[in-house]
């Protein structure tokens, strides 16, 4: 992993030397980008062959893209990410509203498979919810540290529920109820590190879980939703059908897998296999290993992202860094949480490996942010080292060495040492 870091170094990837945690985020971004790429060919090329005009390499070539402009982005980011993310704050919270009233609409918004969830035409598409993950952690980071003390009550924290409040209203009329779940998850995150009480966060829970049940109640897809994650087998041709074959899928590969790019499922079996049930692919062709090497990389980028939290500079840039991982690490798990069966199926993709442009810029500019906490944290903490010039004479007093140095103390503690055992013998003398 080193390695792999050093040479993207090398290749002119930065200009400085890299901490230890700049080069677990840079290495395991890369891994899961290049995997991510494998894995939607596989999962994509054999439906895109026979569907869309014969070309099998249609969805990687447009993650490939989005994949190429979201590492010019984490680049730009990890040079200025936590001075570039108090400065357009504001910007990114107006564009993010702006996308998700434009989405609602009518004429602007795209709609697909019932959601209205896009702006754009043709392939070059942008999700406005994508956007307003960042944006509100950015927002929230910024409420937090400019007055900590808003943390020690509800009223404080009352602006941040509101802007919260409304961004989720608006996602889920989408509908996005996954969306909604990872920002709400996300800022309860930030509230925890922000220092809100858990008796103010479990009040908080209370009412939040009263409304995503009733929000489930209210719309007839979503009950189907909670009744096939409840039993997917009493409908396994209807509303729990996805939910099944993905089970299959994965218990299909064992241990070891079938093989790379001999998944069965994939083909017509399991809808849209290239974007959030991709991890059942990836549990049919790769098998548990599969499963336990992606589970590894966010393992390293959850211990390197709250590292960079704990050794950042200041506390908006704390605050951003555990914002950014807690985005990341919540989208992973419910992703998986949703494809092994634990939690009804909601759309969310699988952080840097499924299909999803939007996403995959997004999270990848979070990155960048969050490599810069993690340099400029410990490059705060590192102490400057002696500065040895060279073709000075040792007359000169800038021309001092360490091995100077020490050798002149230890020559003033000789001489003290002389004088004092010359004073002891004149005094026993006398």
Avoid: C
């Avoid at 945690?21 to 090329?45: C, D």
């Avoid at 007839?220 to 939703?225: A, I, T, V």
């Avoid at 840097?352 to 944290?377: D, K, P, Q, R, T």
């Amino acid at each position: 992993m080193t390695a792999i870091a050093r040479l993207w170094q090398a290749r002119g990837g930065a200009r400085e030397e890299w901490t230890h945690e700049e080069q677990i985020l840079r290495t395991a971004t890369l891994i899961l980008l290049a995997f991510g790429a494998v894995m939607v060919y596989s999962a994509s090329s054999g439906t895109s062959l026979l569907s869309h005009d014969g070309d099998s390499s249609q969805y990687l070539k447009r993650y490939l893209m989005s994949a190429g402009i979201g590492l010019l982005a984490l680049r730009y980011f990890a040079r200025h990410g936590v001075t570039i993310a108090r400065r357009i704050t504001p910007v990114i919270m107006v564009v993010a509203f702006a996308g998700l009233l434009l989405v609602l609409a009518p004429g602007f918004g795209i709609e697909v498979n019932g959601s209205k969830r896009w702006l754009g035409a043709g392939p070059l598409q942008m999700q406005p919810s994508e956007i307003a993950k960042l944006a509100l952690v950015m927002y929230a980071a910024l409420l937090l540290a400019a007055e900590p003390r808003r943390a020690r009550s509800l009223h404080g924290v009352r602006p941040l529920l509101l802007v919260a409040g409304a961004m989720a209203a608006l996602i889920l009329i989408e509908p996005d109820l996954g969306t909604t779940m990872v920002i709400m998850l996300a800022l309860f995150a930030l509230l925890i590190v922000g220092g809100v009480s858990m008796r103010h966060l479990a009040i908080l829970a209370g009412a939040l879980i009263a409304l995503a049940l009733v929000a489930a109640l209210l719309e007839p897809y979503r009950r189907e939703r909670l009744t096939s994650f409840i039993d997917p087998w009493s409908d396994p041709e209807g509303s729990g059908f996805q939910s099944v074959q993905a089970m299959i899928a994965i218990g299909s590969g064992g241990f070891f897998g079938v093989g790379l790019g001999e998944s069965v499922q994939k083909l017509f079996y399991l809808p849209e296999a290239h974007t959030d049930v991709i991890l059942a692919v990836i549990g049919e062709e790769l098998g548990f290993a599969g499963i336990s090497v992606v589970l590894f990389l966010y393992g390293l980028i959850a211990y390197a992202g709250l590292r960079a939290a704990r050794t950042a500079r200041d506390h908006y840039a704390k605050l951003l860094a555990a914002g950014i991982t807690a985005v990341i690490l919540i989208q992973a798990v419910v992703n998986f949480f949703a494809v092994l069966g634990v939690l009804p199926l909601t759309g969310v993709p699988l952080p840097f490996i499924s299909y999803g442009n939007s996403n995959l810029v997004v999270l990848l500019a979070g990155m960048g942010i969050l490599i810069n906490v993690a340099h400029e944290g410990r490059a705060r903490g590192r102490k400057p080292k002696l500065r040895v010039i060279e073709g000075k004479g040792r007359s000169d007093p800038r021309a001092i060495r360490p091995t100077d140095a020490k050798s002149r103390d230890s020559g003033r503690r000789d001489r003290r040492a002389r004088r004092a055992g010359a004073g002891g013998r004149r005094r026993a003398a006398g």
